[in-house]
Each structure stands twice: as structure tokens, then as C-alpha cells.
């Protein structure tokens, strides 16, 4: 009696921000996936009066087929993955070699490192990829300074490296916290006992330290992954034109071409996507769980 | 200051499986300390848990003077819990600590100020009111768990094994601090513990429990002495175990001895029995009547020496011999001083030596044990 | 912090665990070189300081410049001109006051809903308590372009669109991951026993939440609260649907000044859009200790 009592108190205490959920992002998505699906709801004045739209009595994938034949979107799906994964790499990397930095160095510098990385995680989105135009553009800051160090410069500004550069510096702040805080994690002892078998500070760091911060670099990666392929801002006011980002796409689909049906696909494509990515994290956490060892 | 009974308790955890606590019924005299003893996963603090108000039974009752409280949350318990890391709060000083439970019961400053002063008088800690947790000794925590569970005034006192992280030297000194408190508020006391050695210093009685049941609850004494299962007789202090057989004229063999049956032991012949006797209880003789042994190892442990017997058949005894009895130099022989009989798990008889025959001390008499004591 | 050092390995053992040398060379001699690590080290902290720091060193240089062209590295001509143009503007003024009335909303209401729900998921049992858990990253799994058009018409049938509740909800979306999982895994972190103890001591559940629970939790709810704070602040795609043109919130007022105006508008005007930000970095730093941030992340 006492359980069902507690059962039913625990939900009603999550359903309110359940509800949200459900009502601002699970109804529409599934609204989104019906309307993909070729189903065109009447009321929907925006959905109804767009252009080429497929409608069907049935679901049907005739969107998706028509959508996947377009080269401009396959162009646009392979720019998105190709930022996203890049992104993710570097966001890993560069994360970890902070990380570590701040874990194992010495002295003032790592101090120092330990306040700098957080700086992006103030900075507004919005912020971030003004800056990163104004610095990287053509004849920009970077371009000027490269011309006194009698240097060439290519921009990266409306390409894809500007998008990975700035995704990255907007994304490392996260990445720096969950990795640094897998790190402190780690027992000093495992590190020592290590050493005191003779392992070096790359064997130590390939064969101890990676292996037992899995866990929190999986979450990095998903979730900067999940992030980035759905993104709008940065690639809006930084990336290239052509090919796009899915996000852009998907804004451009919207209001400059007025067809919100592929629009919508690709919203659902984009999310199957990161779902896949976000059922590696349910995975990668719930192993972690179930393997912690209590002392 | 009151009764307890727990009246068939069952708890099982999860689905199926067994029970964590199995048909438990115990009484707990007013002002009467007792120990739920036994090795992890005994069920003890599942036992104290449910006592304490933390866990429901899946069937049973608690009752406290009679009145049953097994439906009462812990907050409406006459009980009061010293959990086994202490539990303070970290964030409230250590006068706030005791002050919380007052508080709740909305008693008016004076009255708090005065008790929780008392409270810290009374486990020797006046003037570590505005200190920290965090600031505490271990031992001194534990004191402040403890001044906290009894500034309430409970009627029944729950220890949690509170000794269990403190260093050897430190739990000792608890100990007796531990039962001086209890004897000057006079509170009924449980008291959970793995330690025998704990159990049997301090308790009045003590329920020693095993694999979900309880074995037996008896003064120390009495446990040590007439060990009423073969897990008790094994878990409190040292005991050998031989397994015998009833032969058909009615005497025990086991291993290489014969026994007389005690006279209080309903055995057939052919029946198998162990047979268990205490290293103080063996009678070591440079050329008695009992059977021949090669001595193995020999432990000097200050007024006592502990021996390794090594007899025919593979069998191994421990023996322990007095300071003043000198170590046989080229074996010896073995004896029953006193032994106890188990048909199965229980205790069906115990072998007495004779009046005026003493364990151990004597010289030789010829002839194994008498017949009838 | 413990202090860490890594010691020198013996020179054969590290070839034989690493396993990669080629006879006698050890790739990575120079690591035994204090001097070249700490050589190393500050490279590695010049290299990320102007990768950080550069660009928005580069925003404030235009905030204060009339005219800057390629390629001197700093303006020709400094100038507060723009300033008084963007305090003068209406639009501006305007934005930074619906910024800052729908903020804070954003998070108090986030709180109020959020904090009972990372309470339950913490400490109940209930049926698909780990589903839910989870299904609270759909908010920001899905792309929200992808859904605003369907946002937007429900809004329009509810009456919200274009109006400050509406871009209240909109912006409560993006806040409630932070604000269960950060606080979630802050009840985690509070032992049950102390919980035990003070029902023990005679407190019901609602005493025991606010004098125990509540306060050992408040570090990971503030951080949690920070960052629901900065998101709704920041919060761009969502505002732009439903907001404008009547409710324009100051990162939605940014699309179009970078777009229409000159540099020196937008530096200006990134720089007010940071303001919060950084006033909330200084004040929380004390609070954001990266383990709040992590435990919130890791799933149960």
C-alpha cells in the first residue's frame, strides 16, 4: 500500500515538467513526424498552405525519398555529419588535454587554466559566433595580425572549419568540466601504484586513465554530438551558404521557401540521429552504474 | 524506559528468495541491554531497522509496553536511532544537532538549551556546542550521535554497530562509556554488533542471529557455556567440532574418542552427532588415558598457551593449556574434559566432567571419563 | 587538491609497458625535462588563452571603435559614438527589459516545477522513473527549428503568441534538463541516513526536506539554477518564433543588429548581452565546482 502510495506521489511530482515536455516538444514533434509522414492537417495553416506538399491518406516516405534524392540535401547531411563528428573529435580532445592539464600539472599555469576554460560557458551563442566572424573573417583581426607577422591567411569564416572552430570553443567549457571531473574521480592510489610497476605517464594515461574516464568522455561526445547536428546560430552567422547545416536548412526551408514539409523531415531526420546518440548515452551510464565500485 | 517484544518478524527483500529476517521473536526487559550479534547479512540490522521504524515487516509486530508500534513512522516512535556513521548533519553545529529534535517538538529555549547542555554533560562533551561536525574526532562524533539519540528522552535506545569505525584502543574505552551511560539513564538498549568479543562484554543478553533467524538469546554465560546450536557454539568463541556416530552399546565415537552419552541426551545408536568441546575443556596429559597426539604449533599468548593437536585420522584440535602447565615435550595425550553433544543443528546433551574434576589442571586419572557424572 | 606529480619513470620499464620504441630511443625523452613541460605548459596555456580570449578581445576592441579596416590590428579611430546610439535606441532599451523580466520568471518557475520533480526522481520509485529521466533530453535532442512551426500554431490557438507567457513557456523548455538532473543528482548526494536521523528525531517528510535535504542539496540547485538562468537569458530560436515582432528579448534583437548594422552595434550590444553573464560568473564561482555539473550528468 505504502509503495503504490510513493508510486503515485513520485508522479505526480514529475508531471508537471513532464507535462511540459509533452506538450511543447513530444506533441509537436509527433505532429512534425505525421506531417512528414505525408499526413497534412487542415488546421495547420502554415503546415497546409506550403509548397509542394506531398499529401496521403496513409503515412508514407514519399517526403524523405524526394528529400534524400535532392543532392543539395545530401550535400547538407554530409556537410552536418562531417562538422558534427569533426567537432566532436576536437571538442574531445582539446577537452581532455585541459583536462589533464588541470588534473596533473603543476605549479600557477594549471590555476590559471582551471578559471580560462569556463570563459565560453558565459558567453551567449549568439555572442560567440559574433565574435568568431569579427575575429576570422577575411581581412578580419586574426587576418590583419597574420599580415604583420608577414603570414598568408585563409579565412575560415563562412566555411565549415568556422564552423567547427567556433563549435568547438563554445562546447569546451562542458567538456572540460565532466572529463576534469572524471579525472578527479580517479583514486590518486590508482595513478601511484601505476607508476610504482614502472608505467609511465603515456602508459598510465593509455592503459588507467582513459579506460576508467570512459564514462564521462561518452557524455561529452553525445552530448556535444546532439548539440551540434541540430544547431542553428553558430552555422547561421558563421557557416557557408552552400552547402548548409541541417539547422540552417531547416530555418531556410521554413521562411524563405515556404515548403515546411521537407522542413520537418529534416527535423526528424536530424532528431533520429541524435536519438541513436542518445541511446549510446543511456547505455554508456546505466553500464557505469551497474559496474561502480563502492568502497 | 520500557518493554520491547518483537512478535514473529518477517522481511523479505525483493521478489522470492530468502527472507532477510525469519520468524524473529524476542523481549526485551525494561532497562535491560541487549545485542543482536551475528556475521554480516544475519538479518541483525534489518532487525534493528525494523524496530527503529525505517522498514515494515511483511508480517509480524513490535510492540513497546504492550502497545503495538509497528505501524507508527520513526518520527512518532518512542525510539531513538545512533546510526552506524553517526549521521549528523553537517551543516548545523553540533549544539543545533541536539537542538533539532527539540525543535521539532516546538519545547521552549530554556527547556532546549538546558537539555541539550545535560545531553553534552552527559557523554562528556560540554562546550562543543558551536563546533562542526566536521571538527569532531571520530570518537568525538560518535559521542554526539549518541547525545543526540538521548536528549530526547526515547524509551528505547537503537545502536547501529556505532563502534564499528572507531580504532581498536577508542572502541574499547566506548564500550565501557557506552554501558556506564546506559546504566545511569537506565534505558532499554539494542545494540547491533559483528563483535563477540563487543557482545559478550557488554550485553545483558544477547540474541545471536544467523542467515535470517535467531539462533539463541541468553546471558553471555549461558551462551558461551550451553550453546544452544552448532552456528552458536562456533561463532562464540572457540570451539573444535567432531562429527561421531551413537555405536550400538551407546557410546559416542568420534574420531579417534569414545565417549560416554551424557545423561541428559536422548540418542539412539546409529544416530549421527557432532560432538564439540572448548580448547580449555581438552585434558592434556604426558601419558594419561586418552588418545595419543603429536603437538603442531604452540602460541604463547601471555597467562594461556594455545596449542595445535594433530591426532590419528587427520584430525586437528586446538587446546589451551595454563601458563603454569608445562608443554608436553614429546606429544601427548587427549581427553574430554567436557563436551557437548548436537543431533543435527540443536544441542541434544552436555557431557559434565565429575565434582571436584576440574578441566585441564589435573594429573592423569586412569580411565576415560566416567560413566555418569 | 591533492598534488599531483607524475614521477620519473625508469627509463627500460616505460619501453616495455609502452611498447613502442625502436632500440634504445625513447619517443618521448624530452618529457623527463622539467624545464621542456613547463615550456610546454605555457604554450599550451598562451595557445588557449588567444583562442578564448582573442576573439571576444576583439568584440570589445569594436565597441569602441568608429573605424577599424584591414590591416591595422587595432581601429584607426576610437569612438564612443555607438554607444550613444545603442542606449538612445528604443529597440534596445526595450530588449533588455523583456531579457530581464522574462529571465528570471523563466527560472523561478523552472525551480518551482523542476525541484519537487528532481526530488521524486531521486528518492521514489515509481513506474518508468528512468524513461522519464531520460526523456527530459528530448528537449534538447530535437532540433527546435524543426518543431516551432507546430509550437507556433499551438501557441495560436492558446493565445500566446507574441506574448510574454508565451515566450515565458518557450524558454522554460530549454531549462528543464539543467534544472532536474543538476538538483537530481544534488538529493542524490544527501546520505539517508541523515534523512533517517531526523525523522528519528521526530521530523515528518515536509520538516525533513526543508531542514536537511534542502539545504546539504542548495550548492547543486544554485548551480542549477545559474545555468537555467543563462539558458532562458540566452535562449534565441524559440523567442524569434513565438516573441517577435511584439515581445523582442535581446538575443533575438541581436540576429538583426548583426545582420543591418555595423560592427561596432553588435560589439557594443554583445557586450550588454553579456553583462549577466559575467556578473553570474563572478559570483559563482565559488559554486561551480565541476562536481555539481558532472553528478548532475551521469545518470543513475
Not at chain 1, 536548412?249 to 546518440?277: C, D, G, K
Not at chain 2, 518478524?9 to 532477510?20: D, M
Not at chain 3, 565597441?63 to 550613444?84: C, G, M, N, T
Amino acid at each position: 500500500m505504502a509503495r503504490v502510495r510513493e508510486a503515485a506521489l513520485g508522479l505526480a511530482l514529475v508531471a508537471p515538467p513532464i507535462a511540459i515536455l509533452l506538450l511543447l516538444i513530444i506533441l509537436p514533434a509527433i505532429q512534425a513526424l505525421t506531417f512528414s509522414l505525408g499526413l497534412v492537417p487542415s488546421e495547420n495553416v502554415t503546415f497546409s498552405s506550403g509548397q509542394h506538399l506531398v499529401r496521403s491518406d496513409i503515412p508514407t516516405l514519399e517526403v524523405y525519398r524526394q528529400l534524400l534524392a535532392s543532392p543539395f540535401v545530401i550535400d547538407d547531411l554530409r556537410l552536418t555529419l562531417s562538422v558534427t563528428v569533426l567537432s566532436v573529435i576536437f571538442v574531445a580532445i582539446v577537452g581532455y588535454i585541459l583536462a589533464l592539464y588541470v588534473r596533473f600539472g603543476n605549479g600557477w599555469l594549471p590555476r590559471i587554466v582551471r578559471s580560462l576554460y569556463l570563459i565560453p560557458m558565459f558567453v551567449p551563442v549568439v555572442i560567440a559566433s559574433y565574435a568568431a566572424v569579427t575575429f576570422y573573417v577575411d581581412r578580419g583581426f586574426l587576418a590583419s595580425l597574420f599580415w604583420h607577422l608577414g603570414l598568408g591567411y585563409t579565412s575560415p569564416a563562412y566555411k565549415p572549419a568556422g564552423i567547427v572552430i567556433t563549435q568547438v570553443w563554445y562546447n569546451i567549457p562542458f567538456a572540460v568540466l565532466m572529463l576534469g571531473s572524471g579525472l578527479d574521480g580517479i583514486e590518486q592510489e590508482l595513478i601511484d601504484s601505476a607508476h610504482d610497476v614502472g608505467a609511465g605517464f603515456f602508459s598510465v594515461l593509455w592503459r588507467i586513465i582513459l579506460p576508467l574516464n570512459l564514462v564521462p568522455l561518452l557524455i561529452v561526445l553525445t552530448f556535444t554530438f546532439i548539440g551540434v547536428i541540430g544547431s542553428f546560430t553558430i552555422p547561421f552567422l558563421i557557416g557557408p551558404n552552400a552547402p548548409q547545416m541541417i539547422g540552417v536548412a531547416i530555418q531556410a526551408y521554413f521562411s524563405n521557401y515556404n515548403q515546411p514539409q521537407p522542413a520537418v523531415a529534416m527535423a526528424v531526420i536530424v532528431f533520429a540521429i541524435a536519438a541513436l546518440a542518445g541511446v549510446l548515452y543511456v547505455w554508456a551510464t546505466s553500464r557505469s552504474n551497474r559496474h561502480a565500485v563502492t568502497l | 524506559m520500557a518493554r520491547l517484544e518483537l512478535d514473529h518478524l518477517v522481511k523479505r527483500y525483493g521478489s522470492g528468495g530468502e527472507p532477510a529476517v525469519k520468524d524473529v521473536s524476542l523481549d526485551v526487559a525494561d532497562g535491560e541491554f541487549v545485542c543482536l550479534l551475528g556475521p554480516s547479512g544475519c538479518g541483525k540490522t534489518t532487525t534493528l531497522r525494523i524496530i527503529g521504524g525505517f522498514l515494515a515487516p511483511d508480517s509480524g509486530d513490535v510492540r513497546i509496553d504492550g502497545a503495538s508500534v509497528v505501524k507508527q513512522p520513526p518520527e512518532r516512535r518512542p525510539t531513538a536511532m545512533v546510526f552506524q556513521r553517526y549521521a549528523l548533519w553537517p551543516h548545523m553545529t553540533v549544539w543545533h544537532n541536539l537542538a533539532f529534535g527539540l525543535q521539532v517538538r516546538r519545547r521552549p529555549r530554556a527547556e532546549i538549551e538546558r537539555r541539550v547542555q545535560q545531553a553534552l554533560e552527559l557523554v562528556g562533551l560540554p562546550g562543543l556546542g558551536k563546533r562542526y561536525p566536521a571538527q569532531l574526532s571520530g570518537g568525538q562524533q560518535q559521542r554526539v550521535a549518541l547525545a543526540r539519540a538521548l536528549v530526547l528522552e526515547p524509551r528505547i535506545l537503537l545502536l547501529d554497530e556505532p563502534l564499528s569505525n572507531l580504532d581498536a584502543q577508542l572502541r574499547i574505552h566506548m564500550r565501557s562509556e557506552l554501558t556506564a551511560i546506559q546504566r545511569r539513564v537506565g534505558i532499554t538498549t539494542v545494540f547491533v554488533t559483528h563483535d563477540q568479543e563487543e557482545a559478550m562484554t557488554i550485553a545483558d543478553r544477547i540474541a545471536v542471529m544467523h542467515a535470517g533467524a535467531l539462533e539463541q538469546m541468553d546471558a553471555p554465560e549461558q551462551l558461551y557455556t550451553r550453546p544452544a546450536t552448532l552456528f552458536v557454539a562456533t561463532f562464540i568463541g572457540t570451539m573444535n567440532v567432531l562429527s561421531g556416530r551413537v555405536e550400538s552399546d551407546g557410546w559416542v565415537a568420534a574420531g579417534p574418542f569414545r565417549l560416554p552419552r551424557p545423561a541428559d541426551a536422548a540418542l539412539a545408536p546409529g544416530q549421527s552427532v557432532t560432538v564439540g568441546v572448548r580448547p580449555e575443556d581438552l585434558i592434556l596429559e604426558e601419558r594419561g588415558s586418552g588418545r595419543p597426539a603429536a603437538i603442531g604449533q604452540v602460541l604463547d599468548l601471555g597467562h594461556y598457551r594455545r596449542l595445535m593437536l594433530r591426532l590419528d585420522g587427520g584430525i586437528a584440535l586446538t587446546a589451551f593449556l595454563p601458563k603454569a602447565q608445562p608443554v608436553p615435550a614429546d606429544g601427548c595425550t587427549v581427553r574430554f574434559g567436557r563436551a557437548l553433544f548436537y543431533v543435527g543443528e540443536r544441542l541434544a546433551g552436555v557431557l559434565e566432567p565429575p565434582p571436584g574434576a576440574s578441566t585441564a589442571a589435573q594429573p592423569s586419572t586412569a580411565g576415560s571419563v566416567p560413566a555418569s557424572p | 587538491m591533492t598534488a599531483n606529480r607524475m614521477p620519473t619513470p625508469v627509463a627500460e620499464r616505460e619501453q616495455e609497458l609502452a611498447g613502442w620504441t625502436p632500440a634504445g630511443i625513447r619517443l618521448t625523452w624530452f618529457w623527463d625535462v622539467p624545464e621542456f613541460r613547463r615550456a610546454l605548459g605555457l604554450l599550451l596555456v598562451l595557445a588557449l588563452s588567444a583562442y578564448l580570449l582573442l576573439p571576444l578581445l576583439t568584440l570589445l576592441l569594436w565597441a569602441f571603435a568608429d573605424e577599424w579596416r584591414y590591416p591595422s590590428v587595432i581601429p584607426q579611430h576610437f569612438s564612443l559614438k555607438w554607444w550613444d546610439w545603442v542606449f538612445t535606441n528604443g529597440d534596445v532599451g526595450s530588449a533588455a527589459r523583456y531579457s530581464f523580466e522574462t529571465a528570471p520568471v523563466v527560472t523561478l518557475i523552472s525551480a518551482a516545477i523542476c525541484l519537487p520533480a528532481a526530488y521524486s526522481f531521486s528518492r521514489f520509485r515509481f513506474p518508468g522513473r528512468r524513461a522519464l529521466f531520460i526523456s527530459l533530453l528530448a528537449a534538447n535532442a530535437f532540433p527546435k527549428i524543426g518543431l516551432y512551426v507546430a509550437i507556433a500554431t499551438l501557441f495560436f490557438r492558446l493565445d500566446l503568441m507574441g506574448t510574454f507567457w508565451g515566450v515565458v513557456l518557450i524558454q522554460l523548455v530549454g531549462t528543464l534538463v539543467l534544472m532536474v538532473w543538476i538538483p537530481a543528482a544534488g538529493f542524490d548526494a544527501v546520505a539517508r541516513e541523515l534523512e533517517e536521523a531526523a525523522r528519528d528525531a521526530g521530523a515528518g517528510p515536509l520538516r525533513v526536506f526543508w531542514s536537511i535535504t534542502l539545504p546539504l542539496a542548495m550548492p547543486a540547485i544554485i548551480v542549477a539554477c545559474f545555468l537555467a538562468f543563462l539558458a532562458a537569458f540566452d535562449e534565441a530560436q524559440g523567442t524569434l518564433i513565438v516573441g517577435s515582432p511584439t515581445i523582442v528579448t535581446m538575443p533575438v534583437l541581436m540576429y538583426t543588429l548583426v545582420v543591418n548594422y555595423p560592427e561596432p552595434v553588435g560589439a557594443i550590444f554583445s557586450i550588454l548581452l553579456s553583462a549577466p553573464s559575467i556578473v553570474l560568473l563572478l559570483l559563482a564561482r565559488r559554486f561551480l565546482l565541476a562536481g555539481y555539473l558532472a553528478a548532475g550528468f551521469k545518470g543513475r
